[in-house]
């Protein structure tokens, strides 16, 4: 037996599929008068005609409204272009330092050195040094800075770090830490940190991580900063001005006697209240040590 629906010429509203035949699967009108015909396949044919109207849901005005914010947010929503990801270069080998710079003592091994279980209380010397080990750094960051831009390598901005900083006097303090074979720490894109400068060119629409830390008088003065090759996204300097937010409101926590898990408390509020949360803990020293080994996570 084969059951055949007809669609009468009534008013009808929300067309979902076609009538079907003997042979297609059963289909549904919605709104409007279905008219069942039942036939035998014997070749004898027995009408019964009977009318059944199938009526939609009706939708709330707040249902509706949704429904149409959500059509605009996916209209307005802006297509990005499809990045390929992140390749290794080819890393070409350690650039050399003068005898006459003083380097620091993790150098001797390629393992990692321990933190030091000692407490350093820093004197009026100390933070002077300190302080000249830190804006040397700086000075470093935003010279290598100023060489982002597209085709050019990250081996390149390495090469002129290095140059800058034993001109100053100072050790890079990244080049043999834990074998590490660089100057500078040069993280694009998703590379989350200390990555390895290399042969590979960055891209218009980069963005570029530069971790300088240098080795001034026994001390260690360390900072980063991310960089825009060429024309960044909007999706990507939002991230990058949110990190920079999250940064201020970490160093306003710092003062004596603060804990540094207070640090962390404060940045992970920060990045929750804007939708930007990280599940890995990563980052750098919070201070400099005097004579002692830098430690990074």
Same mark, same amino acid.
């Given at each position: 037996m084969a059951l055949t629906a007809s669609l009468s010429h009534g008013s009808s509203s929300f067309l979902h599929g076609e009538s079907?035949?003997?042979?297609?699967?059963?289909?549904?009108?919605m709104g409007a008068p279905l008219t069942f015909s039942v036939s035998t396949l014997s070749g004898k044919q027995s009408f019964s005609q009977k009318k059944l109207v199938v009526h939609s849901r009706k939708i709330s005005g707040l249902e509706e409204a949704m429904r149409i914010r959500r059509e605009r947010e996916l209209q307005s929503k802006p297509k990005f272009r499809k990045r390929p990801p992140l390749r290794r270069g080819k890393v070409s080998p350690r650039l050399p330092v003068p005898d006459h710079i003083p380097k620091p003592p993790y150098l001797s091994s390629n393992i990692l050195p321990e933190l030091s279980p000692e407490h350093q209380i820093h004197d009026s010397e100390g933070i002077t040094k300190m302080r000249a080990a830190c804006e040397l750094a700086a000075r470093v960051l935003n010279y290598a800075g100023t060489l982002v831009r597209?085709?050019?390598?990250?081996?390149? %901005? +390495?090469?002129? !770090?290095?140059?800058?900083i034993i001109e100053a006097g100072a050790y890079p303090s990244p080049l043999g830490y834990g074998g590490f074979p660089k100057s500078v720490c040069t993280s694009v894109n998703e590379c989350m940190c200390h990555g390895i400068p290399d042969s590979r060119q960055l891209q218009d629409g980069d963005i570029?991580? %530069? +971790?300088?830390? !240098?080795?001034?008088n026994g001390y260690h003065g360390d900072t980063s900063k991310t960089f825009f090759c060429g024309n960044v996204s909007d999706a990507l300097k939002h991230l990058v001005k949110v990190t920079e937010e999250c940064l201020e409101k970490g160093i306003a926590v710092c003062k004596d006697g603060a804990n540094f898990k207070k640090i962390g408390k404060r940045i992970r509020k920060a990045m929750v209240q804007t939708a930007i949360v990280n599940q890995n803990r990563v980052g750098d020293e919070i201070c400099s040590v005097i004579l002692r080994e830098i430690h990074y996570h």
């Open positions: 079907s035949n003997s042979n297609s699967k059963s289909t549904l009108f597209p085709s050019v390598t990250t081996n390149e %901005i +390495d090469k002129a !770090v290095h140059q800058m570029i991580n %530069i +971790d300088v830390t !240098v080795y001034l």
